[in-house]
């Protein structure tokens, strides 16, 4: 049991790191350091210290000297995890929208606060709720488990990925999703990868291979 709650104290410390780096409270290249995490989060530094190497483990965080920084993508990076998320995210929609279990789950994530768009677009707790959503109903787990982690991985970008265009296209997929449609959800899957490559050539976080994905 003891095992299990140190599990599930990490985990939970894991998910508000990332929320706070998606929100840009931790930005690229601020320091990731135990002590002062434990007192913002209201943890011990175990928990802590397990969450900081899965964090280091999944590119969000590099070490420079003796300190673990946060990490940012860079845009030929960005352009790599683009179109591995072209081909991967899709696989993900299919069992999501083929079983009550979750088409309940699309549901439930569109009854979310900031889903309606107004006034601002979607927070990273829910972005990555959606992330973990697509991950876990996959019915290849592997699949999911590496978009999962992708779309953790574009977390330092923060707001360039949630713009308006974006925000309708992920609103169209879920319920899409939560109505059995497969090929609506799977035509909104596209159009917001479409919308976030577009907001990054704008905002000139891109690599070159961006430019495919945004013209589909």
Known sequence: RMNMERTSRSQDAYQEILVMIG???LAPDDL???APL?????????PIREALRRIEANELAHRKGRFLRVRGPNPEEISEIFVLLDLLEPYCIRPAAETVHGQAMAAGLLAYPDMSGAPEPICAR???AVSRFLGETCTNSAIGQQVYELRCRLLPVGPALRGRAAHEALVAM?????KGNE???SQACHARLAAQATALLSAGLM?????????E
């Open 183 to 185: 090929n609506l959800a």
């Open 32 to 34: 990731l350091q135990e």
């Open 38 to 46: 434990g007192v913002v989060l209201g943890m011990s530094r175990t």
């Open 207 to 215: 690599g070159s291979k961006l430019n495919d994905i945004a013209d």
């Open 23 to 25: 929100d840009g409270k």
């Open 126 to 128: 829910t972005e990555i």
């Open 174 to 178: 879920l319920s899409a999703i939560s």
